[in-house]
């Protein structure tokens, strides 16, 4: 998506360990119109498919999963990675390994909210290793629920999970998929194919 490529090149800032930082608009402050936009592009993208529900993790997927939700009208159901004690006794869960914390997180979800035959769109901030989303799918077979697709507003190209998930045969879109980018020179280019 031209837009969002254009906002990553204006916004966007690469810090070391090949990390992307977007908090100007996507992970700390956000930018409600813009992330609106984003989220009518997963619908486009996604309108014509039977969607139950929103699947995503916190933090940082909530609030674009939240915007695409209200052209879905569908709920919002996120992963969590803390389990107090008013959590659910009786959930799914999985481990995943975060990227940017560089920590192991026993995630969940409460089975009441996942039910089989549930028809989840999953909707991440970033998709880079693949860690975030194998632990997702995992929860909704676990659930015996069908993945009717994963919208990714921005995929690290060059670490390879969108592609093994791609190889899979899941229905994964991402609206920018970012080939190459370099701390030294601050340059980052984008894989044409998510022009669409
Ligand atoms: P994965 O599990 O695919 O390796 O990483 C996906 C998760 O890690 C996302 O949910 C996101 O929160 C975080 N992440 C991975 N790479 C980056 C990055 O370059 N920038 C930011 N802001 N988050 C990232």
């Given at each position: 998506m031209k837009l969002l490529e254009e906002k990553i090149l204006h916004d966007g800032n690469i810090r070391a360990g090949n990390v992307l930082k977007v908090d100007s608009f996507l992970n700390h402050q956000i930018d409600v119109p813009f992330i609106e936009m984003l989220g009518k592009e997963f619908y486009r993208r996604f309108g014509n498919e039977k969607v139950d529900k929103i699947l995503?993790?916190?933090t940082s997927g909530i609030g674009i999963a939240a915007v695409t939700a209200t052209y879905f009208k569908v709920p919002v159901l996120f992963a969590k990675k803390s389990s107090g004690s008013n959590m659910d006794k009786d959930v799914y869960f999985t481990q995943i390994y975060s990227y940017t914390h560089n920590k192991t997180n026993t995630v969940t979800i409460a089975k009441r909210f996942l039910q089989a035959g549930d028809r989840v769109l999953i909707i991440d901030d970033f998709l880079a290793n693949g860690c975030a989303l194998e632990g997702l799918l995992d929860m909704v077979r676990q659930a015996g629920a069908q993945v009717a697709g994963i919208g990714i507003v921005i995929e690290k190209g060059f670490q390879g999970g969108g592609d093994k998930l791609r190889?899979?045969?899941?229905?994964?879109?991402?609206?920018?998929i970012v080939d190459a980018m370099d701390s030294a020179t601050g340059k980052i280019s984008f894989r044409k194919e998510a022009r669409e």
């Open positions: 995503t993790i916190e190889a899979k045969g899941l229905p994964l879109v991402s609206l920018a």
